[in-house]
């Protein structure tokens, strides 16, 4: 049986073990709960400044229920919850952060394995990425989406629909008190984003990985059966503590090139692209921006669901969900089906028999919602190190494009601008906006999806080509290339994009090119200077640490593992 590292404290018959026992009897746990019980850590992300997460405290007693069943001793711990909605600057900001909180806390604490609770979009990496340093046992379990929003007799997605209303308002084709009644019917009920965004993506990315149970990414959250699977997931980490099947041994290669395949195949968010490059790297697998073109970019679109379609998360469970699309991948020899998950299977025999109830939901690779719709990624003099762009969400004739830059130098310069009805913008233009990559705004905000002009919208113009450092919510859309790497603020070639400079997008060859002579800019680069660093906090060792959105943005010492050894005792 597997030495529990639980008992280097409390297995202890001395006056550490005395003050370890005695000091958590202050909560009524009885002597023998210390007796070679498998301590079980829930992680949780609760808070009601992220709405998405606000549930969590009810899903953490279901988990424990299993985690008793089963014979362990679960005792739930808080880390730092990063609420998408309501954080600034912005919650990627402080998803390293929120990582030593999950990791630091792990390997202080007598636990022998660990559940992670995790819902809105940052949540879900920081915990993967703390626990991952780790590598103790662990699971995942996801909070669930919300029930579809619904307005005026239709479907309403978070985020996505939020986008689209709010430039009908600036067109002047949606009035502004109808747009404030679709408040309360987007978000209706607990959990989080119910489009395909970051949040729904990185829930399947959990479930592609092996991480979870089957079934995790698509159950709502006030479905009865996501409660169920709390309960199986407090049972099976207890298992899995026996076994001693760590989270090194679930995150694979073959497990990451499932997930960015699973990605593809779902529509899923740009995102994903850091935050799995990021996971990956604390665990030692080799995973690079060019692997999710070489990969996902030629797999077709199956699953039919907001932003790219018109379902929502409740329709992508009651037709199948993820466990469907898994299968469609392993029967078209595009999935690892051995990959290792955490119920002790593998991924092929977790989804060998998932059924399809509605096909217009979830597609197959034979009649598929779209063709070669994975994430694409670009280089060039203006991306030296790689962008991405999202094919399934662009517009077809804007994937390849020659037009004039028309430049923003910050987010603030973008919002005091672009409804001047003065802006010499026309819909050819291509849209730049600077310094809002991981160290220049700092935390690479989702602001690369910048609205369009109010008075190209009043035209009908819906789209128009789009490029940034930054990164965009998952629920967004639109021909927006993201994640330019080396970024405006640590000197890249965005830095030095003038208005007026031409600008060339082909996707099918991979490029994104600014038209301007070496010379001229050699001559820019030594007219450009670094912003200045800030003199104290987080937000300093932020910017000296993180590395660029291609590395998966994650702090450079962060980068890599510890392991679970117990911490030193000093008593």
């Not at 987010?411 to 600077?434: G, T, Y």
């Not at 603020?489 to 208005?499: D, E, F, P």
Request: net charge neutral; glycine share 10%; charged share 20%.
């Amino acid at each position: 049986m597997t030495k529990l590292r639980s008992q280097s404290w409390f297995g202890r018959q001395d006056r550490e073990g005395f003050m370890y026992r005695s000091w958590m009897k202050n909560q009524g746990w009885p002597h023998d709960l210390f007796d070679g019980r498998p301590v079980i850590g829930i992680c949780n992300t609760w808070s009601e400044f992220t709405p998405c997460n606000a549930h969590f405290r009810e899903l953490a007693e279901f988990v424990k229920r299993g985690v008793w069943e089963a014979g362990g001793f679960p005792l739930e711990f808080p880390v730092m919850s990063l609420g998408e909605t309501q954080l600034r600057p912005t919650a990627m900001f402080f998803r390293n952060l929120a990582s030593m909180d999950v990791e630091e806390s792990i390997r202080g604490n007598p636990m022998d394995g660990v559940v992670l609770l995790m819902g809105c979009d940052k949540t879900t990496p920081s915990l993967l990425m703390g626990a991952a340093s780790c590598d103790l046992p662990t699971i995942g379990l996801s909070g669930g989406p919300m029930l579809s929003g619904k307005f005026q007799g239709r479907d309403l997605g978070s985020g996505t629909g939020l986008w689209q209303m709010s430039e009908q308002v600036r067109a002047g084709a949606m009035p502004v008190e109808e747009f404030f009644q679709a408040e309360s019917c987007m978000h209706r009920s607990k959990g989080h984003c119910m489009t395909m965004g970051t949040a729904s993506t990185m829930a399947s990315m959990v479930e592609a990985l092996g991480m979870s149970l089957p079934g995790n990414a698509a159950i709502p959250a006030v479905d009865a059966r996501r409660s169920t699977l709390a309960q199986l997931t407090g049972r099976r980490i207890v298992e899995m503590v026996h076994e001693d099947l760590r989270i090194s041994r679930i995150l694979t290669r073959q497990a990451f090139e499932n997930a960015i395949r699973a990605n593809a195949t779902i529509g899923g968010s740009t995102n994903a692209v850091i935050h799995l490059i990021a996971i990956a790297g604390r665990v030692g697998v080799p995973l690079a921006l060019d692997d999710f073109d070489r990969l996902g970019s030629t797999l077709p679109c199956l699953v039919n669901i907001q932003p790219s379609g018109k379902y929502l998360m409740e329709d992508f469970y009651y037709a199948g969900g993820l466990p469907r699309v898994l299968r469609e991948l392993g029967e078209a020899g595009a999935l690892h089906r051995d990959a290792l998950t955490v119920n002790g299977k593998s991924i092929g025999e977790n989804v060998a028999e998932a059924p399809c109830w509605n096909p217009d939901v979830v597609h197959t690779f034979a009649s598929p919602f779209k063709s070669n719709a994975g994430i694409a990624v670009l280089h060039g003099n203006l991306a030296p190190d790689g962008a991405v762009i999202k094919p399934s969400a662009a517009s077809p004739q804007l994937l390849q494009h020659t037009g004039r830059a028309v430049v923003f130098e910050s987010i603030e310069e973008f919002h005091s601008r672009i409804n001047d009805e003065a802006l010499d913008v026309d819909e050819s233009c291509v849209l730049v906006l600077k310094n809002c990559g991981p160290r220049g705004y700092p935390g690479m905000a989702e602001v690369g999806n910048m609205p369009l002009p109010p008075k190209l919208l009043r035209k009908g113009i819906t789209d128009m080509v789009r490029i940034s450092d930054a990164r965009m919510s998952g629920t967004a859309y639109g021909t927006v290339v993201l994640h330019a790497s080396p970024e405006a603020a640590a000197g890249g070639t965005l830095a030095l994009v003038r208005s007026g400079d031409t600008i060339t997008l082909d996707v099918a060859r991979r490029l994104v090119q600014l038209e301007v002579d070496d010379a001229t800019l050699a001559a820019r680069r030594a007219q450009w200077k670094p912003p200045a660093l800030p003199e104290r906090g987080w937000q300093r060792l932020y910017i000296q640490h993180v590395q660029q959105a291609h590395l998966g943005a994650d702090l450079d010492f962060l980068v890599g593992h510890s392991g679970s050894r117990v911490a030193r005792d000093s008593h």
